[in-house]
DNA sequence: TACTTTTGCTATTATTTTAATAGTAAAAAT
DNA sequence: ATTTTTACTATTAAAATAATAGCAAAAGTA
């Protein structure tokens, strides 16, 4: 598990944490798709194996990115949700897609993203509203 | 070299390119601190390895992040220099940037960062209103 | 109640990527 | 003419990731 940090940068120490191949994906996959459980992220089109999505997560939580609970009708699944931390990097992953979107067709073939064409501002305030309220109805079921 | 997409999202997508342990930094020195060279690449205080950093090079230059070229005045130095392209992903430096100095504290000794405490945009702006001016000023040495 | 399936992992080994370091050729400086 | 600098490449070691199998507990089904 990763622990050190290669310098006080703040944009290298961010990249410690999240820069990785796969962190993105997951925190992306939960905010903007709402998944919440090991199967649900394994399920993704970029195939994480077991043993990745395993450690990622367990490092996630070590930096408070997400907590790891399970609901009080279900003790077999665990439900992974986004800290308000984590949410706050909504701005990011929006961005990302918005700069994929618009730059990478020539190298490969982007999928649409519905809604990508709003103004930034609003995307980013949508997203994190969605995802808020979902975990609402969440934490009424617990 | 990498070459492949693991899938049409544009977020994995673009991680696929600048997504690794590397290749943002290289960015940040060259947008942030107006390095231009290998050696002063090299420099820097993450001590990215040589054969790291010449791949990652020609993979930002093979997706037209970057430029190389050589001054007039010397057939030695090689001049990388960021395109548009990669100038828009500003913002998403400077976010990384904002979201490290706020949340990482806590784990590690952050740098304080000259100007960070302004308003997002008003950053953003300047940081590629400088990249901008000093490319001109490298044109005209050529 | 017994059997099957699902979920959330861990374990293992293979493959790929990264790290560390040495070395080299050409240009520039002395 | 010799030394130093720059921009790398080459090599080997170490670490991370990928692929796959397997397993225990919970849940669903007959």
Redesign the pocket.
């Given at each position: 598990m990763?622990s050190n940090f290669r310098s006080g940068c703040p944009i290298a120490s961010t990249l410690d944490i999240i820069g990785?191949?796969?962190s993105l994906l997951i925190l992306r996959d939960m905010l903007l798709h709402h998944k919440m459980?090991?199967?649900?992220f394994?399920s993704s089109d970029e195939?994480?194996?077991?043993?990745?999505?395993?450690?990622?997560?367990?490092l996630l939580t070590s930096y408070n990115l997400i907590t790891?609970q399970k609901q009080a009708?279900?003790?077999?699944?665990?439900?992974?949700l986004l800290t308000e931390k984590a949410i706050e990097l909504s701005s990011i992953l929006v961005d990302i897609s918005i700069w994929g979107d618009k730059h990478l067709r020539k190298f490969n073939q982007i999928n649409d993203i519905e809604g990508l064409d709003l103004e930034r501002s609003l995307i980013i305030s949508t997203v994190k509203k969605r995802y808020n309220s979902m975990i609402q109805d969440i934490k009424i079921i617990k």
């Amino acid at each position: 598990m990763k622990s050190n940090f290669r310098s006080g940068c703040p944009i290298a120490s961010t990249l410690d944490i999240i820069g990785d191949k796969w962190s993105l994906l997951i925190l992306r996959d939960m905010l903007l798709h709402h998944k919440m459980t090991f199967k649900e992220f394994s399920s993704s089109d970029e195939q994480i194996a077991p043993s990745i999505l395993s450690s990622r997560l367990k490092l996630l939580t070590s930096y408070n990115l997400i907590t790891k609970q399970k609901q009080a009708n279900n003790k077999k699944e665990n439900i992974y949700l986004l800290t308000e931390k984590a949410i706050e990097l909504s701005s990011i992953l929006v961005d990302i897609s918005i700069w994929g979107d618009k730059h990478l067709r020539k190298f490969n073939q982007i999928n649409d993203i519905e809604g990508l064409d709003l103004e930034r501002s609003l995307i980013i305030s949508t997203v994190k509203k969605r995802y808020n309220s979902m975990i609402q109805d969440i934490k009424i079921i617990k």
